[in-house]
C-alpha cells in the first residue's frame, strides 16, 4: 500500500486469499481508499472448500492410491508445490520431487518453511517401491507414461489448482487448492479494507467488477480506469 499525493491510499492486493495455507499467512487488511484487487476467479458460482478440508481429500486420495501403484502430482513449482508437500507430510508421506521444484524447496527451507522430501536431483536413490512423486503439472502426462515404462506399474496422475473448479485436464483426479481468493473471499476482503472505489486486475477483471456492481459495490476494471484516469492518477 501507499498514499499518494492527493493524500489517498491505495492497496495492491496481488494473489491473495483471506485463509491461511501450511506454508503462507493470508493477506494482511490494511484500510484504503483505493484498493486494486486479483481477479482470477471472478464468478460467484466459483467458491472453494477450506484448505483443511481439499488437504484431506489429497492426503487421504494419495495415500489410498499408493497401494496400487505410483501417484503423480502435478503443480507449480512455486507456491502451490510447497503446500502440496506440507498436506502430504502431515500424513506422513515423503514426496519425491522434480529438480524444478527442488530449487524452490531451498528458498522456502532458508526461510524458514520446513519441508520433508527426496529428490534424485539431491542424491536421493530410489528403492523401485510404489512412491508419490510431484512435477510440473505441464509435464506429469509425459513424465507418467515414462514412469510406467520404467517401473511398469500403473502411474495414477491429479492436478492440484484452483482452475480444477472451471478446466479438466484428462488426469485421474484434479484438487481445487488454489492460491487465489474466489467470489466470496473477495467480498470479504472488500468488506474488510472499507475502501471507496475497487479497481478489479487480471484475466476476469470486466467480469468481476460487473459482478460486484450487481452486489452495490462501486468497481472498475483497471483497463478502463487506466484509459479514463489521468496519466498520473495511479503514480
Not at 502435478?74 to 521444484?101: C, D, F, H
Not at 530410489?126 to 510440473?136: A, K, Q, R, W, Y
Not at 488426469?171 to 474488510?192: G, P, V
Request: charged share 25%.
Amino acid at each position: 500500500g501507499e498514499d499518494n499525493q492527493d493524500g489517498t491510499a491505495l492497496v495492491l492486493t496481488g494473489d491473495f486469499q483471506m485463509e491461511r495455507s501450511m506454508t503462507v499467512k493470508p493477506i494482511e487488511i490494511r484500510q484504503a481508499d483505493i484498493a486494486i484487487i486479483d481477479s482470477t476467479y471472478p464468478y460467484p458460482e466459483v467458491e472453494f472448500e477450506s484448505k483443511e478440508e481439499v488437504g484431506e481429500k489429497i492426503a487421504e486420495w494419495a495415500e489410498k492410491t499408493a497401494e496400487k501403484g505410483i501417484v503423480l502430482f502435478g503443480a507449480y513449482k512455486m507456491g502451490k508445490s510447497q503446500e502440496l508437500i506440507s498436506i502430504l507430510n502431515a500424513r506422513g508421506i515423503t514426496p519425491w520431487v522434480s529438480k524444478g521444484i527442488l530449487n524452490v524447496n531451498k528458498v522456502y527451507e532458508k526461510n524458514g518453511v520446513r519441508l520433508d522430501y527426496l529428490s534424485t536431483y539431491n542424491g536421493d536413490e530410489m528403492d523401485g517401491g510404489n512412491f508419490v512423486g510431484i512435477s510440473e503439472t505441464r509435464n506429469i502426462k509425459q513424465l507418467g507414461g515414462m514412469l510406467e515404462k520404467i517401473y511398469e506399474k500403473r502411474v495414477y496422475t491429479a492436478v492440484v489448482t484452483g482452475f480444477a473448479k472451471t478446466l479438466h485436464f484428462g488426469t485421474d483426479m484434479q484438487f481445487a487448492l488454489s492460491d487465489h481468493a474466489d467470489f466470496k473471499q473477495a467480498l470479504d476482503y472488500i468488506n474488510e479494507v472499507q475502501a471507496k472505489e475497487i479497481i478489479t486486475y487480471g484475466k476476469g477483471s470486466e467480469v468481476l467488477a460487473a459482478n460486484l456492481a450487481k452486489k452495490g459495490i462501486k468497481a472498475v476494471s483497471f483497463w478502463r480506469h487506466s484509459k479514463s484516469a489521468p496519466h498520473n492518477a495511479l503514480c
